[in-house]
């Protein structure tokens, strides 16, 4: 039985190595199989196929490449707000309706961005874009890059600090941004050719009510798989996630959110504590596909 990642980043958007690299890191990892999900943007996909193409041309073990992303959307219920993520797995990235509105959201982020430093600059916190890219100028700049930056410039000492002090959403210096709702997200994925997952659902502190009332709207919009193992979630809510899928006919899918430097603690392939996904898993979502395609 051979390993996978199916939650992966790269600096395509706030991961710290760049696509070639994130290759290379699960080739020596020995998975057989990633995906490359970038929030919001496909941008590192055909640098990784072609690093992949790179090694196995000189003879090198090289894990399959999955085109993916990671869209951040918003749930409304209940007279809330809560921010939710979608994978797109076998996504193709040229297709019209989703290029346009990856294009669209890259905009409208590039715009909160700017309105993030201008209100930073008002109260005398001097952050500049380039402290923000870090010299990778096509990158997507997430909340993650400016708490990066707060930090290099002494505003802050820990992450936690910038999203607290300066990042929460909707707050003094960080403006809402632009999103779309979940079952939205995963029309686009399909319209691109991809397969929707429901992205670490324990991660938002939804209650069990609240995750099984949010799967079963997604599952009518088309949702395919749920994202069962990841590095947070516990034995235990691993196990319910997967009685989930059941009720709901959804395939599991797992992956470690790996990031590089920016989690430390979390490899790619193996995530926290030793957590591993099996390639069986990938195996019944590529028959799945095939059979779905007839």
């Known amino acids: ?11 395509a958007s706030d991961g710290t190595m760049t696509p070639e690299e994130v290759v290379d890191c699960a080739a020596k990892a020995g998975l057989s199989a990633i995906a490359l999900t970038d ?4 941008a590192g996909v055909s640098k990784a196929l072609a690093a992949e193409k790179k090694r196995r041309d000189a003879g090198l073990f090289a894990p399959a490449v999955i085109p993916g992303t990671e869209l951040s959307c918003s749930w409304f219920h209940d007279g809330k707000e809560t921010e939710i993520h ?3 797995l076998f996504i193709e990235p040229e297709q019209k309706d989703f290029k346009a509105f990856l294009e669209d959201m890259i905009s409208a982020r590039e715009s909160r961005n700017s309105e993030i430093l201008r209100r930073l600059a008002a109260d005398g916190i001097l952050l500049s874009m380039e402290d923000l890219t870090e010299g990778i100028s096509d990158t ?10 707060l930090i290099k410039r002494g505003y802050v000492s820990t992450v936690e600090q910038a999203f607290k002090r300066y990042l929460a959403s909707g707050g003094k210096y960080c403006p809402l941004k632009k999103t779309v709702e979940p079952k939205d997200a995963v029309s686009l994925i399909l319209k691109a050719g991809g397969f929707p997952v429901f992205a670490h659902p324990m991660r938002y502190h939804l209650s069990w009510r609240e995750i099984e009332a ?18 947070s979630h516990t034995a235990e809510q691993s196990r319910r996630l997967r009685s989930l899928c059941r009720l709901f006919h959804l395939l599991p899918t ?6 590089g430097a920016k ?17 069986l898993l990938l195996k019944d979502i590529i028959e799945f596909r095939a059979n779905s395609s007839r």
Request: proline share 1%; hydrophobic share 35%.
């Open 39 to 42: 929030h919001d943007t496909t």
């Open 140 to 149: 997507v700049i997430t909340r993650a890059h400016f708490a990066s930056a």
């Open 214 to 231: 949010l799967t079963a709207e997604l599952s009518g919009a088309g949702l395919q798989g749920m994202e069962v193992y990841y590095s």
């Open 254 to 259: 797992g992956g470690s959110d790996f990031h």
């Open 263 to 279: 989690k430390p603690d979390i490899h790619i392939g193996t995530g926290y504590g030793g957590m591993r996904v099996s390639d």
């Open 1 to 11: 039985m051979g390993y996978i990642d199916l939650h992966v980043h790269s600096n």
């Open 86 to 88: 979608i994978l797109g």
